[in-house]
């Protein structure tokens, strides 16, 4: 999968501009009610920007002149996570509301197991309600069928099909500035608790996490690099097996990485061994979830805002250029210091 996009968002030419995502749709469609000065300013800056003049004259647009409308497809069980007030996956509702918002595009958020139609099909497609579709926790079949009737893009998930893009969070990146932060704070034996072998991300996690032992120099324990697995509510059996393992490693961890879903039961047992947080033992999260632990969590934020605006730039690329490679966009975070790292102590 390419890691590149074709042309500007029109979120970018707005604010380079000065004038709303919708305001320029307008101008593109040809719609009346924009003054000549704003008109030649919008129509000069696409030029600029490489759209091209006979499509710009066509009056063609990455916005649908009448149905401006974005669907954000997610799963039934994210769908129960949100009714439910998870605060994580209402970062990701409220991130992609706003990007559709800032380019004057009408979001509709829907269940698409409640919205199949016997052909397989998504109703808001198959009658014209949208479109486009941005996707998280979509089934791979119901993305290969939406793929071939309108642009698609799938948000914080990873999958190889061609001509649908995925934004998601750069996860060699976490690893690098959670091992970075530890290595300069003075650890040397960094472990990390993630299931091996997992999903696309837990995956990524390791294989950053292997390389930046070697390239850091750290010592080599081959009890940090036992495969961790478990199932869904497994967590606290897996995590008393792994610390029963690295704390009698020759060179016990000082410090652990994790996944903030993990963190509060994993500082709880270090303490019960003898290793409290962060006196004798140093963890970090990833997702910043929020939730309880028995010491504030230093965390990875994930920057939703960005993915979402990503998100809804691919949407529109792919709208103008249908055959344009599939392609993977990555985005950065940024780590949230908090009182669960500190210094090894000597």
């Not at 698609?152 to 061609?162: A, H, K």
């Not at 649908?164 to 990146?173: A, F, R």
């Not at 072998?197 to 990524?204: E, K, M, R, Y």
């Amino acid at each position: 999968m390419a890691r590149r996009r074709s042309l500007p968002s029109l979120m970018e030419i707005s604010k380079e501009i000065g004038v709303s995502a919708a305001t320029i749709s307008r101008v593109m469609n040809g719609r009346p009610g924009i003054s000549q000065k704003t008109r030649k300013v919008v129509l000069g800056a696409l030029e600029a920007r490489g759209f091209p003049s006979k499509m710009l004259a066509q009056g063609a647009s990455p916005l649908p002149a009448e149905n401006a409308t974005v669907a954000y497809a997610i799963s039934s069980e994210l769908s129960a996570r949100l009714e439910a007030g998870d605060a994580f996956y209402g970062r990701h509702l409220f991130a992609v509301q706003s990007a559709c918002s800032a380019a004057g595009i009408y979001p509709l958020l829907f269940n698409y197991e409640e919205d199949l139609t016997p052909e397989g099909n998504l109703a808001c497609v198959a009658e014209g309600r949208v479109f486009g579709v941005i996707a998280e926790w979509v089934e791979p079949e119901v993305v290969e069928k939406l793929r071939h009737h309108v642009p698609m893009v799938l948000f914080n998930s990873l999958r190889e099909q061609e001509g649908i893009d995925c934004v998601i969070p750069d996860v060699p990146y976490v690893a690098r500035e959670q091992m970075r932060m530890l290595y300069d704070l003075g650890h040397r034996s960094i472990a990390c608790f993630r299931n091996l072998p997992s999903g696309w991300q837990s995956n990524a996690y390791w294989g950053e996490f292997w390389l930046q032992t070697v390239k850091m120099g750290l010592p080599f324990s081959p009890e940090y690099f036992e495969p961790i697995r478990f199932s869904e509510h497994g967590e606290k059996k897996a995590i008393d097996e792994f610390l029963d393992r690295v704390l009698k490693a020759k060179y016990p961890p000082t410090a652990i990485v994790t996944a903030d879903f993990y963190a509060g039961y994993l500082m709880e047992q270090c303490a019960a061994r003898g290793f409290p947080v962060p006196e004798k033992m140093s963890v970090i999260g990833f997702d910043d979830r929020g939730l309880d632990a028995p010491v504030p969590l230093t965390s990875y934020r994930q920057d939703f805002r960005v993915m979402a605006r990503e998100a809804l730039r691919a949407l529109l690329d792919r709208r103008l250029h249908p055959d344009l490679p599939t392609r993977v966009i990555e985005v950065r975070g940024k780590m949230i210091p908090r009182a669960s790292v500190a210094p090894p102590r000597q």
